[in-house]
């Protein structure tokens, strides 16, 4: 009888104490969802009906920022849902609590206005114990507006500004006394470690208690450190009053731990902090919350560089943008993990978290993997001459260092990307002014950053106008220069990227430097055996991004590198080679492997690694350019082995020696399916990769029997390859005609004039398509198109965009450079003739399609008699064109 006794009284205490615990669940799912401001939609009896259902993490320009329309919704949009929540909750503490929300937010509960926030990117949270009715449904009625507000950083950047609840959100119940969750959406607790050594280090930990009952309570604060096994280190215990009402601050003493396992990049250690309240009485326990510990301590040094746990380390990283294909910034926990291990399996131990704070996760994962982490508030490209700014930045800069203040990854705070990018003042008083604000506001953002968080380092980015900088004062302000530099990219020479380290090293004596950005667009479906700048082919991609590798590494003064970016985003107003993308990502926007990742793999990690690049280049087409009819195309094997043997099918083609991460094998390729096999040795590790390739072999004279002729892909001005993914065609560069082949006849490929030269092609928007590349090159000037191709039928799909326009260039448009200049088109009119038969007389694209469109022609041709194809442009006004050439045998 006394054995049950005591177990039930022990399931009494047991259960008792758990229901005292804190009680946290999101509320993602079944939100009513409109865009828009309806009438009274925070009230009951408004209807919502009609609107649509969503889930959160949601955005509502997913797709609008991906269209053909310039522009996406930046406005008021609500959810609302209405949410039963238990009586068992009652008479606790409750809070709405949300991981982000862009970008200004109102809430109201059951009719009643509870709060508000502004900013896109920091988390936040409303007290919502005297609204809520328990035991019955609570109307949640959430106003959220990415409306332009001047007084809201960002006010312009290369993303795009998804509107939404695009992270997590919660309820939360909690004992009346509680850790307090009202500083700024902290966790209500601060791990310091003013001194970590090999032999010792010592922890401080402050606590803040709230005390929400109406009497003065006593309670136990306990901290109680853990070791990753959960076994007890450390314990500290101190009583504490609360007065009712009252938040108070409990700081413990320093508290020594002999030893310490160090957080590090191969080793991320980490402690655990329990962190208590108990009733003093009755010694229940009211309230925990869990903190990571890290254990290291670091340093940067102008000259030499970072220091972790004294150890010397290259910091090469990555920046990343939240976004996903189709998604928008709307993402589902995993896809934010999964990029992180991305990061590290590709050898990065550094991540830039741009230009915003990023989900939990994202800084849960660096803490667990050993990535070093900067994160930044989203104060980009310019500033409005505000207080009201000035003091929204400074509560963002306050959320963002209190809201990750535990995390043991991160070791520098951030604030002003290319502050003066977008200066709306060249000259005079006015810029004086400006100048004068902006310099203000940074050092607001220094001062706090430094009072919050004294243990970290500050960071400030910049673009290549030093002078700008330099005349505000900025480059004095904060303790790391980060600069983000694309020589070889928006600039012509690549060279000057070293001589502007060098430079910056010699300037700013005793500023720690280092690149928080640098990289070319890489389309992936985009290849060039003539890489140049803007070409977006992965061979620009991989030598551009060597060189910077290599330089850096050469410089010990640059204590790290974010290369830019990660991941493909999402920049609405962008065009490029895929519009409204960014693609400076090493990953695609859905984390396809692009070569580039592949070269830092191979440079960075330290397990063996082999892997044979152009991987997600399946269908690929070329011109038979040997006697054994074949056609000899470049490959990339990436490894860290020394050296590297290549099969392809079958046959060897020798060993190569690896150099900066890869080497290149000249691959003879079969018409129809290739298999290619690699082989090295790293130590005693024995490496093998294998890749499949389907070749589409053209003959270099098209009636030969051997390889008959079916179809061939021509774009025209250009030396480019093209991949299209959703039909398996393989698009290959134009050639000059010759008896018995293929090619043009005349004319010049169309090169855009920019500041500083030319580039290939265009870097217009072409509509109608997803195949950018093959419309934004063209032939001018060109006389004919020939194909001696056999007798037979044939469809002749001739493909066609004015890449020149005569309105003036949408100033929208991101480009950092801005060195593309406009040429006006003329009022451009020609005949075609197919084998001798005029097939349309007087051709005015502009006329008939406008500008930028993508126009494609089919002709159905007979080829009779052995006299091939000839297609012949007419010039009636201005130059004729011809962009791209499709020819499909019928019969
Ligand atoms: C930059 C910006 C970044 C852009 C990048 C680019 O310097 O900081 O936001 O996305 O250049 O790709 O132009
Ligand atoms: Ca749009």
Same mark, same amino acid.
């Given at each position: 009888m006394k054995k049950f006794l005591y177990i039930f009284i022990m399931l009494f205490v047991v259960g008792w104490v758990q229901a005292q615990q804190r009680v946290i669940y999101t509320i993602n799912d079944g939100w009513k969802f409109t865009k828009g401001s309806p009438f009274e939609a925070q009230l009951d009896n408004c209807d919502d009906s009609s609107w649509e259902t969503v889930n959160i993490p949601?955005?509502?320009n997913d797709k609008d920022a991906d269209d053909e329309t310039p522009g996406f919704y930046r406005g008021p949009a609500w959810y609302r849902k209405q949410l039963f929540v238990d009586k068992s909750q009652e008479g606790r503490q409750a809070i709405i609590y949300f991981e982000g929300a862009n970008q200004e937010v109102q809430l109201y509960l059951n009719g009643q206005f509870i709060g508000e926030h502004k900013g896109g990117y920091t988390r936040f949270c409303f007290d919502i114990t005297p609204n809520l009715r328990y035991g019955q449904e609570n109307l949640f009625a959430i106003c959220v507006n990415n409306v332009? &507000?001047? &007084?809201?950083?960002?006010?312009?950047?290369? @993303?795009t500004f998804f509107g939404g609840i695009y992270r997590d959100v919660y309820l939360q119940f909690m004992n009346p006394?509680?850790?307090?969750? &009202? !500083?700024?959406?902290?966790?209500g607790v601060y791990l310091r470690t003013p001194e970590v050594n090999k032999s010792a280090a010592s922890v401080e930990i402050t606590t803040l208690l709230t005390n929400e009952l109406s009497q003065t309570t006593e309670v136990i604060v306990e901290n109680i450190i853990c070791d990753a096994d959960g076994k007890e280190v450390r314990k500290t215990s101190t009583e504490v009053k609360l007065a009712s009402g009252e938040t108070k601050t409990e700081v413990s003493k320093k508290i020594k731990i002999d030893s310490p396992h160090l957080w590090d990049i191969d080793d991320p250690y980490r402690y655990m902090v329990y962190t208590r309240i108990l009733d003093k009485r009755k010694g229940t326990l009211l309230d925990e919350v869990v903190n990571p510990l890290g254990l290291r301590w670091f340093e940067f040094d102008s000259e030499k560089g970072f220091f972790l746990n004294g150890k010397w380390r290259k910091l090469i990283g990555t920046a990343r943008h939240q976004d996903y294909f189709q998604k928008g910034n709307a993402l589902r926990d995993e896809l934010h993990v999964q990029d992180v291990l991305l990061l590290k399996e590709m050898g990065g131990n550094f991540l830039r978290v741009s230009h915003y704070p990023q989900d939990p996760v994202i800084m849960e994962m660096c803490d667990k993997l050993g990535i070093v982490t900067s994160v930044e508030i989203p104060v980009v490209n310019a500033v409005t001459e505000t207080e009201e700014f000035l003091n929204n930045s400074v509560e963002m800069a306050k959320e963002m260092v209190r809201q !990750?203040? &535990?995390?043991?990854?991160?070791m520098i705070w951030g604030y002003m990307n290319e502050i003066f990018l977008r200066r709306p003042y060249t000259e005079g008083k006015q810029l004086e002014d400006y100048y004068h604000f902006t310099e203000k506001v940074a050092r607001s953002l220094e001062a706090t950053i430094r009072k919050e968080d004294p243990s970290r380092y500050t960071m400030m980015a910049y673009h290549n106008a030093p002078q700008f900088y330099e005349d505000a004062h900025l480059t004095e302000i904060p303790m790391i220069q980060g600069w983000n530099l694309y020589q070889g990219w928006y600039e012509p020479d690549i060279n000057e990227f070293q001589r502007l380290l060098d430079r910056a090293h010699k300037m700013y004596k005793g500023k720690v430097l280092m690149v928080t950005e640098y990289g070319p667009g890489v389309d992936p479906r985009t290849h060039s055996y003539q890489p140049e700048r803007f070409d977006f082919s992965q061979e620009y991609g991989l030598i551009y991004h060597k060189h910077y590798l290599n330089e850096m590494m050469k410089?010990? @003064?640059?204590?790290g590198s974010s290369l830019w970016n990660l991941n493909d985003f999402y920049s609405e107003s962008r065009v490029d080679a895929v519009p409204h993308v960014n693609n400076k990502g090493v990953l695609g926007l859905d984390r396809e492997v692009k070569d580039t990742y592949l070269f830092y793999k191979a440079a960075l990690i330290r397990r063996p690694m082999l892997v044979i690049g152009n991987r997600e280049w399946k269908t690929r087409g070329g011109v038979v350019n040997t006697e054994q009819k074949e056609c000899i195309q470049s490959i990339p094997v990436f490894s860290n082995a020394e050296e590297v043997e290549l099969f392809a099918n079958n046959k060897s083609l020798g060993k190569k020696k690896i150099e900066s991460g890869y080497a290149l094998f000249d691959v003879p390729f079969v018409n129809g399916e290739n298999q290619l096999e690699a082989f090295a040795v790293a130590g005693d590790t024995k490496l093998h990769d294998m890749l499949g390739i389907r070749f589409q072999l053209i003959g270099s004279q098209l009636k030969d029997n051997t390889l008959p002729f079916t179809e061939m892909n021509v774009m025209l001005g250009s030396p480019r390859y093209f991949e299209d993914r959703a039909t398996n065609v393989a698009w290959i560069p134009e050639q000059e005609y010759k008896p018995g082949s293929w090619g043009f006849v005349g004319g010049t490929p169309y090169r855009r004039k920019t500041g500083f030269g030319t580039m290939l092609g265009s870097d217009i928007d072409i509509f109608g398509t997803d195949m950018n590349p093959v419309f934004q090159t063209q032939r001018v000037g060109i006389e004919s198109f020939k194909a001696d191709v056999p007798d037979g039928e044939y469809s002749v799909s001739l493909y066609w965009a004015e890449?020149?326009?005569?309105?003036?260039?949408?100033?929208?448009i991101y480009n950092l450079g801005a060195d593309s200049e406009q040429t006006l088109v003329g009022n451009r009119r020609f005949g075609i003739s197919i084998n001798g038969t005029t097939v349309l007389d007087d051709f005015n694209i502009a006329r008939d399609y406008g500008y930028a469109r993508a126009v494609i022609k089919k002709f159905i041709v007979t080829v009779k008699d052995g006299k091939g194809l000839n297609i012949d442009f007419h010039k009636k006004e201005g130059e004729t064109i011809l962009n791209a050439i499709r020819i499909y045998r019928n019969y």
């Open positions: 949601h955005t509502w332009y &507000n001047p &007084n809201i950083p960002p006010l312009s950047a290369d @993303f006394v509680h850790i307090a969750t &009202n !500083d700024y959406a902290s966790s !990750d203040f &535990n995390r043991p990854s991160i410089r010990p @003064f640059i204590a890449l020149d326009s005569d309105k003036e260039k949408e100033a929208l």
